[in-house]
């Protein structure tokens, strides 16, 4: 805990707002509270969810150290910070930027932080928020003092709430959108922070703001709330509105959002958010946390019934003045710039300055400017380049900056003539990475670095990916060169693979006994049109040969392609089983002797869990039962795809079934061999009993969810499925799958008795 | 004034030789040992970002780090959790553990040498020390004792870091060696 906390609440007093000051004493005396032991320990885990300090990884006291699992000597007469975490474990800090909007003396005092309280590295998320590392509860307070002094909350960061309104980057600048988004997502941001009706939610709610329907800046079919600028001519008048979408999402199961409103007028857009609120608050899940989000109270109830029900509320809220009060002078406001508009003047053969010309600067509405997007390796940067950056800011522009969804910052408002001047005051600070927006700018998640979640190390991959083509990438071929890559280090899809070209979650295998480090490749997403796509897992392939999978698919595009053909399309028209086969063989593991380098993880020497090697395999020479059943499972559950692919969705949704029923029969198997799946009642009786009523197959995080999908499947068995709810069905196999392989290997850990 | 979270920060003679692939493996083993004082617990890899803090050890108590802030090499000693005792005993606990780090890395990679005339004092707190000549003035008679203890009767230059929106920092300078006994 640092000396200083004291001070910065003395020294900050009269600088932050009542209300917030009042809010961060609060949650000073609740850490107090829990300190003391009184306070629950659940109750503060969401109490401090909401401010934004969350768990990280090894926050439970443990760490495996490659052979075994180890106790940190922690001080263990300090009370619990929630639910099996140490008080001192530290945690990250996770920072709201609404709609990535920054000011220099912003970036300052984030530069400040994370020197001081952190490790020196800020991270800028897939939802535009800043996070710090290895922070220490106690520090906390006086953290969010600080940033509440220039304007910023991490309330609300975390936790069953309103998260971080997104929002484009371009905004206000844009050459496609229909109008500026900017006042809109901020007046929705600050009527929604705290707001009453939005206190009661089951799980988060994530709202997003994009201008146009065509990019992918705002991403707006992957949130629980999607508006996208649209003008409509009513009455001979020009009238600016939203079409709302709502119930989207990634995470484990990921949901197109549906259509709510074609044009919702911007005065309805706050008391719409209100009422939506108000019903999720309601009507939302609140016992089974998988269930909880938006997405499954819109399936549930169908898109008529859900719009009905916010539109009710919505005619019985009491009127608001805030509501409407921000519109007054809206359409006048905007950005302006410190510069006068220029042109780009000659580069003089600098080919280091003209590729990032070429791939980092987009020509804004306005004439002789341009917004220069400044791309971070992994979203990460240190302090010294955060206040060179907000020197760079002063300089160029009038004092504004944002942060984006691909983990980086945009600077808007660059005159032209200034160009050859950004780049080198960009450069001379380590901020001059070109390839923004393509095949280098790779999206991570914490991944196993820093994420409780983790399973393999996402960073690490993305690393070797960006180091291997950092030099050769600008002389690929363009076509390569456009595609998005994105990485999560679980299925939780943090990192956003669905929605990538080519994207890659973390998942483990036990061959032969070892566990090894295995990413999904996840082929089919679309990052334009606002994420108009989702991708569904192909083939899982060790850690250590992703690079080469990555080679192989991109050479392989590169060969076959028609002219211009997107990779989302090519993928369709080659299809899933053609991209499978020429992976196939990459999947394979060599055995540990003199492969040990396969059973570790990127940028982590330790032996992937090999402590959770097995008591009995023999050296690992047997192929068990199990590992013949759950590939089946896993075959059975591509051929799924593939029939999807082909429009039989109602094969695709029995296959799916079927093959949740053999990896369910796979882990039976390990306990009593006379089951068979021609009697799926018997398999799931057994599951059940062997595995859910003795706790074995509840996942630490996730607790029963996986089981349920399979409860679910079975009893509703002899269902007609459309390609909505056959791709659902997919989805839920593989992580059902995934489930019984971590189960497996729980159980061959820790044995059968828990 | 009170100077906690005492940063000491020991150059690398020279260009950086060793393999940080092999720095990352001998931090795990520390931590697996758990084998300096305090929870050690995490290792951090920033390599990807320019002159950062390259590969960290993260611990309760204090981080350690291979830092290439300023594109400059060093060891890093960030000191988190408070001391008691009096400012001089607080920078010689930065001074001693960052050093004993360096002894421990040059054992195990033999063509790593860190300066015995060079390193870096910072104070990691602008609350309590914020950059100005002040704060300078009221921390010289500590760091000056502290410096005295490991150099013998040797010229030693102080040249603090001058922009305000930095943390406190002086660099330190001298002709001859300091004198540590060697690590057991
Ligand atoms: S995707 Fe998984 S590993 Fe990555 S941050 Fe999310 S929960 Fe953690």
Redesign the interface.
């Known amino acids: 805990?640092?000396?200083?906390?004291e001070?910065?609440k003395t020294?900050l007093t009269g600088q932050i707002t009542d209300g917030l000051a009042e809010e961060i004493d609060t949650f000073e005396m609740q850490i107090e509270l829990r300190r003391q032991d009184k306070m629950d320990e659940k109750v503060f885990a969401e109490t401090r969810l909401r401010r934004g300090a969350y768990g990280q990884?090894?926050d439970n006291g443990q760490?495996h150290?490659?052979s075994e699992s180890?106790t940190?000597?922690?001080d263990t007469t300090k009370h619990t910070k929630g639910p099996d975490t140490v008080w001192?474990?530290?945690g990250m800090l996770r920072i709201k930027i609404p709609y990535g909007g920054m000011n220099p003396e912003q970036l300052?005092v984030l530069?400040?932080l994370a020197?001081?309280y952190s490790?020196?590295?800020a991270h800028i998320t897939t939802r535009q928020d800043f996070q710090l590392?290895?922070v220490?509860i106690e520090n906390t307070p006086t953290i969010m003092r600080r940033l509440a002094a220039v304007g910023i909350t991490t309330r609300e960061a975390c936790g069953n709430s309103i998260r971080n309104v997104c929002g484009c980057p371009f905004a206000g600048v844009c050459q496609d959108e229909a109008f500026d988004v900017t006042p809109y997502a901020d007046a929705f941001t600050y009527f929604m922070l705290g707001h009453p009706d939005a206190q009661n939610f089951g799980r988060k709610f994530k709202p997003s703001f994009s201008g146009c329907h065509q990019h992918s800046c705002g991403l707006a079919a992957m949130h629980d709330m999607g508006m996208t600028a649209v003008v409509r001519e009513v009455d001979g008048e020009r009238k600016r509105g939203f079409r709302v979408v709502v119930g989207g999402g990634l995470g484990a199961v990921p949901r197109q959002a549906k259509l709510f409103d074609e044009f919702l007028p911007v005065e309805e857009l706050l008391p719409i958010a209100q009422a939506m609120s108000k019903v999720f608050g309601k009507h939302g899940e609140k016992k089974m946390r998988s269930r909880a989000r938006l997405k499954f109270l819109v399936d549930k109830w169908g898109i008529d019934k859900f719009k009905e029900e916010v539109l009710a509320e919505r005619a019985n809220l009491t009127p608001d003045p805030r509501w409407t009060e921000y519109l007054e002078h809206i359409e006048e406001e905007t950005e302006k710039p410190s510069r006068p508009p220029g042109d780009l003047p000659a580069l003089n053969g600098n080919e280091r300055m003209n590729h990032w010309v070429k791939t980092n600067l987009r020509e804004q509405r306005q004439e002789g400017y341009v917004a220069a997007t400044v791309a971070l390796?992994?979203g990460?940067?240190?302090s010294?380049?955060l206040?060179s950056l907000a020197d760079i800011v002063r300089q160029f522009t009038n004092g504004t900056i944002r942060t984006t969804v691909e983990q980086n910052f945009v600077i808007r408002w660059v005159s032209k003539a200034d160009v050859p001047a950004l780049f080198n005051a960009l450069d001379a600070?380590?901020l001059s990475e070109p390839g923004a927006s393509n095949i280098l700018d790779i999206v991570a998640c914490p991944g196993t670095?820093?994420c409780k979640l983790g399973i393999s190390s996402s960073?690490?991959l993305a690393?070797e990916i960006?180091?291997r083509l950092a030099e050769t990438s600008f002389k690929l071929d363009q076509a390569v060169q456009d595609l998005h890559i994105k990485v999560s280090g679980c299925f939780n899809s943090c990192g956003q693979h669905h929605v990538a070209d080519i994207g890659f979650f973390g998942a483990n295998r036990t061959v032969k006994g070892f566990k090894v480090p295995h990413f999904q490749v996840v082929l089919g997403g679309q990052w334009e049109e606002n994420a108009g796509s989702y991708g569904l897992p192909i083939v899982a392939i060790p850690s250590k040969k992703v690079p080469n999978a990555l080679d192989r698919i991109t050479s392989f595009y590169l060969t076959q392609k028609q002219p211009n053909e997107r990779f989302v399309k090519f993928v369709k028209r080659i299809g899933k089983t053609k991209m499978r086969e020429i992976l196939e063989d990459l999947a394979e593991v060599p055995d540990y002797e003199g492969n040990e380098d396969f059973y570790a993880d990127w940028?982590?020497?330790?032996q992937y869990s090999i402590g959770d090697i097995g008591k009995g395999e023999c050296a690992g020479e047997v192929v068990s039962q199990y590992e013949f059943e759950t590939a089946a499972a896993e075959r059975i559950v591509f051929g799924a795809q593939v029939s999807l692919e082909e429009g039989d969705a109602q094969k695709a949704g029995e296959d799916a079934y079927r093959a949740m029923i053999k990896a369910a029969k796979a882990l039976v198997l390990v306990q009593y061999d006379d089951v068979t799946e021609e009697d799926p009642d018997e398999v799931v009786d057994e599951f059940k009993e062997r595995y859910v009523d003795t706790e074995l197959f509840l996942d630490p995080f996730a607790g029963s969810k996986f089981a349920d999908y399979l409860f679910d499947a079975h009893q509703q068995v002899g269902r007609t499925f459309d390609a909505d709810s056959a791709h659902h069905l997919i989805e839920e196999t593989q992580l059902f799958i995934e489930a019984v392989h971590s189960c497996y290997n729980r159980v061959r850990t820790q044995g059968l008795n828990r | 004034m009170?100077l906690?979270?005492v940063n000491i920060k020991i150059f690398v003679e020279g260009e950086l030789t060793v393999d940080l692939?092999d720095v990352?493996?001998v931090f795990?083993e520390l931590?697996?040992q758990?084998a300096l004082p305090g929870?050690l617990?995490?290792?951090?890899?920033?390599?990807?970002?320019?002159?950062?803090?390259s590969v960290?050890m993260?611990g309760?108590e204090a981080?350690y780090c291979l830092d290439n802030?300023?594109h400059r090499y060093g060891l890093l000693y960030r000191r988190?959790?408070?001391l008691a005792g009096s400012n001089e005993d607080r920078l010689r606990q930065a001074f001693d553990a960052a050093f004993h780090l360096c002894q421990l890395l040059e054992s195990k990679f033999p063509t790593l040498k860190f300066s015995r005339r060079e390193f870096q004092i910072i104070i990691?707190?602008?609350?309590?020390a914020p950059n100005t000549p002040e704060t300078l003035e009221a921390a010289k008679p500590a760091i000056e004792s502290f410096l005295n203890g490991i150099f013998d009767n040797t010229q030693v230059s102080l040249e603090p870091d001058t922009d305000p929106?930095?943390?406190f920092a002086v660099a330190v300078k001298s002709a001859t060696d300091f004198a540590l006994p060697a690590a057991s």
Do not use: F
Request: no cysteine; proline share 8%; charged share 35%.
């Open positions: 805990m640092k000396a200083s906390n001070l910065w020294r990884r090894y760490r150290d490659g180890k940190l000597p922690y001192d474990a530290p300052e530069a400040e020197e001081e490790d020196d590295i590392h290895y220490h390796p992994l990460d940067l240190t010294d380049q206040r600070v380590g670095d820093t960073r690490g690393a960006r180091s940028g982590d020497p330790r | 009170d906690q979270h692939d990352i493996k795990h931590i697996s758990q929870v617990l995490d290792v951090g890899d920033y390599r990807h970002v320019p002159a950062g803090p960290l993260v309760h981080d802030g300023g988190k959790a408070p990691n707190d602008r609350g309590l929106r930095r943390r």
